[in-house]
């Protein structure tokens, strides 16, 4: 079965300190995506990034970055020197390959963490 | 280039009433989704358009709800009749290629209260 698990409900930091934010998954092959959104108080899903299963490197992205490992089945997410605007619910989600299953290719969300950085 | 376009925003009705959400994808995306997301939760899929063609609607609940995409660019999700535990926000996504999984991107959302 495929399931996403994100144990961290709520998450509250002081600005400027680091962050992260767990993602555990569950999936019944070796071909699978993974993804992580933000979604502001404004309500829209941000995409932010997408990792293939055959792709184990990290990934930087300014204060983002992204820790997959396929050993532990977890694709976690750290934001460094954190600020205000970060304030948002942090999904991660995983889809499986809908070449390969009939009902693949859909997005399987985890609970989402909901951080908060405060001034 | 323009998002995924929703309306209306907020919805806000009594039980047993009929109510519809508009989707407008973004221009050239082939593959369009309706999710939803109850309060504190992940969305979840209600429907995978792929063109005119509904690919996966296995958790549509096809008693109340239905959904069409005509001429396969902008889609229509209805419910009739609404009942309370109907309320929550409704997501479209649309993504460009059909033939493997590519991103999503997501509209605003509508957000239905039904009283």
């Known amino acids: ?119 | 280039e323009a998002g995924v376009v929703q309306s209306p925003r907020y919805k806000i009705i009594e039980k047993k009433q009929p109510v519809a959400f508009w989707c407008n994808p973004i221009s050239g995306h082939n593959t369009l989704y309706w999710y939803l997301q109850n309060l504190g939760q992940g969305p979840e899929l209600l429907i995978r358009y792929e063109n005119e063609e509904a690919v996966d609607d296995s958790q549509l609940p096809k008693d109340r709800f239905s959904a069409e995409r005509l001429k396969g660019v902008d889609s229509t999700l209805k419910i009739q009749p609404a009942e309370l535990g109907d309320s929550a926000v409704y997501l479209c996504a649309s993504s460009l290629r059909a033939g493997e999984v590519d991103t999503q991107y997501f509209g605003p959302g509508t957000r239905l209260t039904v009283l």
């Open chain 1, 1 to 119: 079965a495929q399931k996403v698990t994100q144990a961290q409900t709520e998450i509250s930091v002081v600005e400027k300190e680091d962050v992260t934010l767990d993602c555990v998954y569950e999936t019944r092959d070796t071909t699978y995506y993974l993804f992580w959104y933000k979604q502001p108080p404004s309500g829209e899903l941000v995409f932010l990034i997408r990792r293939n299963s055959f792709d184990e490197q990290n990934e930087i992205s300014g204060r983002y970055s992204w820790n997959f490992q396929k050993s532990t089945s977890s694709f976690n997410f750290t934001i460094t020197a954190s600020q205000v605007v970060d304030s948002a619910v942090y999904f991660c989600a995983l889809s499986e390959d809908y070449m390969i299953y009939n009902q693949g290719g859909k997005l399987i969300f985890g609970q989402g963490t909901e951080l908060s950085v405060k001034p």
